[in-house]
């Protein structure tokens, strides 16, 4: 038995010609397929690594393969990933395999299946490419349509995975505007869960397109096998578990076929976006820990390059823009140490001065009576006081009182026959990214701005609405319109970078409205959320780092009382959460007494010491504020384990208060590690302060934390901890 294993081992290694099973790897995981000539495709394993041998005796021990990539028709009840009606109305499709390519790329291996109906001439390559060093593995399929005539497209997601039935949790995102990012986690049982958004232009406000499932029970931080899911898609989709019958939790994701169907012409190929897996038998934050190199590695803009601190004039401000205003906030964030000072909302309109949210967008002239220097000065006083300069657009939205309105009435999605459908302030309108005149337009928007002021070092992105009416100007096929629109932004996108490959680019859509591997890949980071309150994003960017890493996430010192919530917390608390993520300031520095300048001033010069361990090291989250502990703590460490931070959130206040003691996580057992306080505010300094301790110590016992801050001026009821760690 043994020898005939071998050789079927053999065989695989020397291309799988003629065994029909196909093994795929990365570092530490693996997904076995069977692709015999003629038979549908099928997974056979996704999970731990297996040799060649173990995969061809996984047969021997009773395991049964599903299909890859069901599709409609002959299938009885499976939930199918492809759908389609053929020009002779039949609504059947047959997929059998006809072949196998194998090619490796720059990170690892690209694995297609090629798949042929058995009577029409349709045809689906099924991809699944694997990122060796991160663990990850993707799947998207290129569906072409070799018929003479048009096929309609029903359904057609990214991809399948069987998931064993066993104690299978899962946990996902939800929220809302200012509530983004929200944890839920739940056990799957038998029927159908749906995770899906048909927002249209952005797609992270309510459910997020990823998820994490967890497959030995309730889900655990740091053990336990997880399988973590990402759907690389900015619009509308959908995540399906199906459980019925039998012993698999069928999980399908892909582009939300509601109201959908893709009219596929002859010789056309449709390719779906990519899938991405991964798998860490070290819980939840294995999973993310993957997603986070792999994120930083292929998925983000400038993933490799450390952010600027920077002062963002919307909280400070609102749209009460002004010359002398911008430049003394430039002053005040140059004077903390700040690198960059973003102008947000509010500076343009000429017929339509933007004085509030109602009027304007579409008219990117810059309003002379606020700014009647232009943004050129702006970008040069800012250079003179040694900074940066950034600025806010909005550029796929118009307002019905706008002068692009007036002009391009023809370009706004709308319904014939319906009214139109506004959005923020009562006027604000989608425009048509299916179109190309106004991809031509978006794009200009930009490149106006570059060629006029190359200096330009930052954009905000602006998407402040739901495509609210299903109705393009431009295209044929109405049911086109969610790809199209998405296509469009795509394509915009990718001229935007060939010609500003530094540029930084701020994904915002009312906040944390476009956090996905769909739309990365061209932005830097991610707003998280209109919400700045330092207790409710330490909620939010809890979630958001399941998928996503802190480099990614825009996270701002913001006033009190908080804007949006109305909390008073104190300023190194505020300080504390914001250091978490990419730092920033999102406040009236004006504002602002000399005291808390200073301390802001600190804790910038000591972020930017810290910078490269949260924005390129491993993050692992310790006691989850979901677990109802009354704080919460997590770190970061750098890959070399040579230096680690480590926070320290207080998240109720009560008398009489008595937390766990935290096990830290991810440093070198075998280490020395000095410990510093960052943003030190207490009178006295802390017990531990420049006390050196085991990594394998700090990893199993901890170190105890006093509970309350404690500053001349009194004590407060937020308080927090950051510590720098320094091998010794
Ligand atoms: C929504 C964004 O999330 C805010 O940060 C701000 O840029 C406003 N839009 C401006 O209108």
């Known amino acids: 038995m043994r020898k005939i294993l071998v050789s079927i081992a053999a065989l695989l290694l020397l291309g799988g010609a003629v065994s029909a099973q196909e093994l795929l790897t990365t570092g530490k995981t693996s997904l076995v397929l069977e692709a015999k000539k003629g038979k549908a495709p099928k997974i056979l394993h996704y999970g731990s690594?297996?040799?060649?041998?173990?995969?061809?005796?996984?047969?021997?021990a009773g395991w049964k393969s599903q299909n890859a990539y069901p599709a409609y028709g002959l299938a009885g009840t499976e939930e199918c990933a492809l759908a389609v009606t053929h020009a002779d109305g039949n609504m059947t499709?047959?997929?059998?395999?006809?072949?196998v390519e194998r090619k490796a790329w720059e990170g690892g291996e690209i694995l297609s299946i090629l798949t042929k109906d058995a009577h029409y001439p349709f045809t689906v390559k099924i991809n699944y490419k694997s990122y060796k060093d991160q663990d990850?593995?993707?799947?998207?399929?290129?569906?072409?349509?070799?018929?003479?005539?048009?096929?309609?497209?029903?359904?057609?997601?990214?991809?399948?995975?069987?998931?064993?039935v066993g104690d299978v949790w899962i946990s996902s995102l939800y929220g809302t505007w200012a509530n983004e990012g929200r944890v839920c986690t739940?056990?799957?049982?038998?029927?159908?869960?749906?995770?899906?958004?048909?927002d249209g232009a952005r797609n992270s406000h309510t459910s997020h397109s990823e998820v994490m499932i967890s497959l030995d029970g309730k889900p655990q931080e740091s053990q336990g096998r997880v399988i973590g899911a990402a759907l690389c898609w900015g619009g509308n989709y959908e995540l399906v578990f199906k459980t019925n019958d039998d012993d698999f939790h069928h999980f399908l994701a892909g582009?939300?076929?509601?109201?959908?169907?893709?009219?596929?012409?002859?010789?056309?190929?449709?390719?779906?976006p990519e899938l991405a897996f991964t798998y860490s038998e070290e819980g939840l934050g294995g999973a993310s820990r993957n997603f986070h190199r792999w994120g930083r590695k292929y998925k983000m803009m400038h993933g490799d390059r450390e952010r600027k601190v920077l002062l963002n004039s919307w909280e400070g401000v609102y749209f009460d823009i002004n010359e002398e205003g911008m430049a003394q906030m430039m002053d005040d964030i140059a004077s903390m140490g700040g690198?960059?000072?973003?102008?947000?909302?509010?500076?343009?309109?000429?017929?339509?001065?933007?004085?509030?949210?109602?009027?304007?967008?579409?008219?990117?002239?810059?309003?002379?009576?606020?700014?009647?220097?232009?943004?050129?000065?702006?970008?040069?006083?800012?250079?003179?006081?040694?900074?940066?300069?950034?600025?806010?657009?909005?550029?796929?939205?118009?307002?019905?009182?706008?002068?692009?309105?007036?002009?391009?009435?023809?370009?706004?999605?709308k319904a014939e026959n319906r009214d139109l459908v506004y959005g923020r302030g009562g006027t604000q309108l989608v425009l048509d990214m299916s179109n190309p005149e106004v991809q031509d337009f978006v794009f200009k928007v930009v490149d106006d701005l570059m060629t006029e002021n190359p200096d330009i070092d930052y954009i905000k992105w602006d998407a402040n609405m739901n495509i609210r009416a299903h109705g393009s100007q431009y295209l044929k096929r109405q049911s086109h319109l969610g790809v199209a629109y998405m296509r469009g932004l795509a394509a915009v996108c990718d001229r935007v970078r060939a010609k500003y490959p530094d540029l930084t680019i701020q994904a915002c859509a009312s906040g944390g409205g476009r956090a996905n591997w769909g739309i990365l890949p061209w932005f830097d980071e991610f707003w998280v959320s209109d919400n700045t309150d330092a207790l409710q994003r330490i909620y939010m960017q809890w979630g958001t780092s399941y998928f996503f890493p802190a480099i990614a996430m825009a996270s701002h010192i913001s006033a009190t009382p908080n804007h949006t919530v109305h909390r008073t917390t104190s300023l190194k608390y505020r300080i504390d959460v914001a250091m978490s993520g990419r730092l920033g300031m999102e406040i009236q520095p004006k504002n602002m007494t000399e005291e808390e300048k200073d301390l802001c001033r600190k804790?910038?010069?000591?972020?930017?010491?810290?910078?490269?361990?949260?924005?390129?090291?491993?993050q692992y989250r310790l006691i989850s504020p979901y677990d109802g502990l009354g704080m919460a703590s997590m770190m970061y460490v750098s890959?070399?384990?040579?230096?680690?931070?480590?926070?320290?959130?207080?998240?109720?206040?009560?008398?009489?208060?008595?937390?766990?003691r935290v096990r830290m996580n991810g440093l070198d057992p075998e280490a020395v590690y000095t410990i510093k306080e960052l943003n030190c505010i207490d009178v006295k300094p802390l017990a531990i302060e420049g006390k050196s301790f085991t990594g394998r110590f700090l990893m199993e016992e901890g170190l105890e934390i006093p509970y309350v801050n404690k500053p001349a001026a009194g004590r407060s009821d937020w308080s927090s901890r950051v510590l720098y760690l320094e091998k010794k």
């Open 49 to 60: 690594l297996l040799t060649p041998d173990e995969a061809a005796s996984l047969k021997d």
């Open 93 to 99: 499709l047959d997929l059998r395999v006809e072949g």
């Open 136 to 164: 990850m593995i993707s799947t998207w399929t290129e569906i072409t349509n070799r018929e003479k005539k048009t096929v309609v497209l029903t359904k057609y997601l990214s991809g399948v995975l069987p998931v064993r």
């Open 186 to 198: 739940e056990k799957l049982t038998r029927g159908y869960k749906v995770i899906k958004n048909i």
């Open 255 to 272: 582009i939300c076929p509601e109201n959908a169907q893709y009219y596929l012409e002859s010789k056309e190929t449709f390719t779906t």
């Open 339 to 413: 690198e960059l000072f973003v102008m947000d909302d509010g500076w343009f309109g000429d017929k339509y001065p933007r004085t509030k949210d109602t009027s304007s967008l579409g008219d990117w002239v810059v309003d002379r009576k606020k700014l009647p220097n232009g943004i050129g000065w702006l970008v040069r006083t800012a250079a003179d006081k040694g900074i940066k300069f950034g600025i806010w657009i909005e550029p796929e939205y118009t307002n019905s009182v706008s002068e692009l309105y007036e002009k391009h009435p023809d370009w706004v999605l």
């Open 603 to 618: 804790a910038i010069a000591q972020y930017k010491q810290i910078r490269p361990i949260v924005q390129f090291g491993d």
């Open 639 to 660: 890959p070399e384990k040579d230096k680690a931070v480590y926070y320290w959130w207080k998240i109720a206040n009560f008398y009489d208060e008595h937390f766990p």
